[in-house]
Nanobody, 122 residues
Framework: VQLVESGGGLVQAGGSLRLSCAASGRTFSDYAMGWFRQAPGKEREFVAAMGRSSTNRDYADSVKGRFIISRDYAKNTVYLQMNSLKPEDTAVYYC????????????????WGQGTQVTVSS
């Protein structure tokens, strides 16, 4: 199983970025896919996750109304559209997968990508 993130970069506050995570090695239609982030000196934290259905989406309070998670089941890909970015969104963003339902606990995810850096300047 391999997860490869892309789409990170440097953006000014108020701007937008779209992250992608392509999964390979098996079919992930029965898996939840999520995004976490880790800022320097801080613990990894939950950002968003999406289950097998588009009605099953969870967001951290800090990103609700600004970030949107979506999936392309045919491509085994999960996306994170990040709008109205703030300097405090600066972090390495990781995608992860786990069976069935979403979770906000990183230890419940089985596979992880290598991460992509997002830097938001003020």
């Amino acid at each position: 199983v391999q997860l490869v993130e892309s789409g990170g970069g440097l953006v000014q506050a108020g701007g937008s970025l779209r992250l992608s995570c392509a999964a390979s090695g098996r079919t992930f239609s029965d898996y939840a896919m999520g995004w976490f982030r880790q800022a320097p000196g801080k613990e990894r934290e939950f950002v968003a996750a999406m289950g097998r259905s588009s009605t099953n989406r969870d967001y951290a309070d800090s990103v609700k109304g600004r970030f949107i998670i979506s999936r392309d089941y045919a491509k085994n890909t999960v996306y994170l559209q990040m709008n109205s970015l703030k300097p405090e969104d600066t972090a390495v963003y990781y995608c992860a997968v786990r069976p069935w339902r979403t979770s906000s606990f990183d230890h419940e995810y089985d596979y992880w990508g290598q991460g992509t850096q997002v830097t938001v300047s003020s």
